[in-house]
Structure formats: structure tokens, C-alpha cells
């Protein structure tokens, strides 16, 4: 769910203000949030991130009678990656990600583990571009980077990870 709230999420936004009072679009948000959050409710933690995200976001908008608040949404997860990336869970969960892929020995785990920082730096990267998306861009670039560009920057460092476990350290262990 929260894979195709990411996808839908600027792009439906971007319509319903142009189209509809902020207040009107605020309320909606929040509604959604409180039936996503409702599904969830079983679920483990972690489920209630994106919701509450997008929940607050609204209740934000409607004080403010502002849809900035709405479109900064994407900003504020962007910046919840770079906070987890930072933190060992991060590292925790990247180990996770990639014996998914691979059967990897113990050196190889460490090292994916260890990866958390230049995926923070990634997950940096992201939100530098999600500011200047917000604050400078376009509504329709903003959207269209919070919706899928934002992929692009992640496949690129999963793209250098690649080549840097490639040709430098799986040659490292070789030597």
C-alpha cells in the first residue's frame, strides 16, 4: 500500500488543489489516513508510519488553509529514509534486502550492512532534490520527481553499490 500511495500521492495531490479548495483536499487526506490507518491496525509498527505522515500532513494544510503542507509530505519521508539509513536498523535492514537476492557469506553480510552510510548519503541526495523540488520547481516537476524520480536516484546507488562489491571488494577478497 504504501509503495502505490508513493506512486499516486503528487500526482492526485497536484490535481486536487488545482481543482479543489485546500480545505477540501485536507479533509480528504485525513480521511484516507484514518481508513489506511484502520487496516493497518493489526499490523506491526512500522505500518503506521505512512499514514500518520499523510494524516498530519492534512490536519497541517487545514490550520494552515496552506497545500504546501500536502505537497511537503513526500519531503518528510524522504527525510524519515535518510534518518533510518543513518541509524543500524538501516544497516539491519539492507542485510536483509539483499540475502533476498543471494546467499551471502559472513564477510559479504558485513559488508552490505556496513553500506548503510553511503546509502544514507543516497537517501541525502534525495532530499536535497525533493527540497529543490519543492521550493523551486514546478508543481508538475515536483510531482512528477515525488512520484517516480526518486526511484531513479535510489536505482543509480544500487547501481554504484553494484560495481563497487564488483570491482573493489570482491577483488579485495581475490588478493
Do not use: D
Request: with cysteine; aromatic share 16%.
Amino acid at each position: 500500500m504504501a509503495h502505490l500511495a508513493s506512486l499516486l500521492y503528487a500526482p492526485l495531490v497536484l490535481l486536487a488543489l488545482r481543482y479543489l479548495p485546500v480545505t477540501t483536499v485536507a479533509w480528504g487526506m485525513i480521511g484516507v489516513s484514518l481508513v489506511w490507518l484502520y487496516g493497518v491496525r493489526k499490523g506491526e509498527t512500522k505500518s503506521f508510519v505512512f499514514p500518520l505522515f499523510y494524516g498530519l500532513a492534512g490536519v497541517v494544510a487545514l490550520g494552515l488553509e496552506e497545500g504546501s503542507a500536502l505537497m511537503g509530505v513526500p519531503l518528510f519521508v524522504a527525510m524519515a529514509f535518510f534518518l533510518f539509513f543513518l541509524s543500524p536498523q538501516g544497516g539491519v535492514w539492507l542485510g536483509v534486502m539483499a540475502s533476498r537476492f543471494s546467499v551471502l557469506e559472513e564477510r559479504e553480510m558485513a559488508y552490505v550492512q556496513k553500506s548503510r552510510y553511503f546509502w544514507a548519503c543516497v537517501a541525502l541526495l534525495n532530499v536535497c532534490i525533493h527540497a529543490m523540488m519543492l521550493f523551486v520547481a514546478s508543481p508538475t516537476q515536483w510531482a512528477l520527481y515525488a512520484s517516480v524520480g526518486w526511484y531513479g536516484v535510489f536505482v543509480l546507488g544500487g547501481a554504484l553499490q553494484f560495481l563497487h562489491r564488483k570491482y573493489v571488494f570482491l577483488k579485495g577478497a581475490m588478493s
